[in-house]
C-alpha cells in the first residue's frame, strides 16, 4: 500500500476550533474507555489523542498515559493538561515493546495506510497487550460523504482522489488484525447518530477540509452550501438541530 497517502491533504487541526465544534467526541469515547478499562501501574498509548481531554480521564485510574497525535496544535493542548504528549506520525510508531495497552479514539479513519498503522500498534505492545479501539467503520457519515462528493461532481470535480477516511466493514479490519498477529476478542459496527452542538456547518468546518482543498473560494463556498441543502431533509430536524449519521467500529483484540 505504498501508493496511499498517509494523511489527508488539506485538513488542519486547531485545538480552539476542535473544542468548540466537537466537544462531543472525547465525551462520547466513555463506552470504549470502559472496555479499556485501564489499570493502576499500566502503560498505556493513547493513539491520536487529540487535545489530551479523554487522555486526563484515562489518566485518571493511575495508569501512565503517553499521548501521540500528528497535530503540533493538538499536542500543544494536551501538554497544557499536563500529559506527556508528542508528534508522532501514527504510520511510524517508534515503540518497541513498551506499552501494556493502545488505545485510540475517533482517529484511526484518519489514517489511511491502516496496514502500517496495526503494524506498529501491534510492535509496541508488550506480549499479552491490547489494542482497544473505536474510531469511523463502514457507512459512516454515508450521507454526508454522499452530498459532498455530489456537490464536487456536478462542478466537474472529482472526489475519489479527495476522499480522507477510511471506513472498514468489521470483516476487513479483523483480517487486518489477524494478519498482524493479534487475536481479536471483541469487534463490531455500531450505528450511532451524533447531535452536532454547532450543526452541519460547524461539522464541515471541522472535518471536510480534504474536500475542499485547493478550491476558490466561490466554489469551495457553493460546495458546502449545496452539501447543507440536500442534507438537511434527512439529517435536520425541525427545530434546526443537526445530527451526524455516525457508524463507529469498535474492538479490543490482544498480541
Not at 455530489?150 to 480522507?164: D, E, M, N, T, Y
Request: charged content about 20%; proline content about 6%.
Amino acid at each position: 500500500m505504498t501508493d496511499v497517502p498517509h494523511n489527508a491533504p488539506g485538513q488542519h487541526w486547531s485545538a480552539n476550533g476542535y473544542a468548540q465544534h466537537a466537544d462531543f467526541v472525547p465525551a462520547l469515547g466513555s463506552a470504549v474507555a470502559e472496555l479499556l478499562a485501564p489499570r493502576p501501574g499500566e502503560r498505556i498509548l493513547d493513539l491520536g489523542c487529540g487535545d489530551g481531554a479523554l487522555s486526563e480521564v484515562l489518566a485518571e485510574s493511575g495508569a501512565t498515559l503517553v499521548g501521540v497525535d500528528a497535530s503540533a496544535d493538538m499536542v500543544d493542548a494536551a501538554r497544557a493538561r499536563g500529559l506527556d504528549a508528542r508528534v508522532v506520525d501514527a504510520h511510524n510508531l517508534p515503540f518497541d515493546h513498551e506499552f501494556d495497552a493502545v488505545f485510540s479514539n475517533a482517529a484511526l479513519h484518519w489514517m489511511l495506510n491502516h496496514e502500517a498503522v496495526v503494524a506498529g500498534v501491534r510492535r509496541a505492545l508488550k506480549p499479552g497487550g491490547r489494542f482497544v479501539a473505536e474510531f469511523g467503520g463502514h457507512g459512516n457519515v454515508a450521507a454526508i460523504c454522499t452530498a459532498l462528493l455530489a456537490a464536487l461532481q456536478v462542478r466537474g470535480i472529482s472526489g475519489k482522489a479527495r476522499f480522507p477516511w477510511y471506513f472498514p466493514t468489521a470483516e476487513e479490519y479483523r483480517d487486518c488484525l489477524e494478519a498482524a498477529g493479534f487475536r481479536v476478542e471483541t469487534l463490531e459496527l455500531i450505528p450511532r447518530p451524533t447531535p452536532l452542538p454547532t450543526g452541519m456547518a460547524g461539522w464541515l468546518a471541522t472535518f471536510a477540509n480534504p474536500f475542499l482543498h485547493g478550491l476558490e473560494d466561490d466554489v469551495r463556498e457553493a460546495v458546502l452550501d449545496d452539501a447543507l441543502a440536500w442534507l438537511a431533509p434527512s439529517l435536520c430536524d425541525s427545530h434546526g438541530n443537526w445530527t451526524a449519521d455516525y457508524v463507529r467500529l469498535r474492538l479490543k483484540a490482544h498480541c
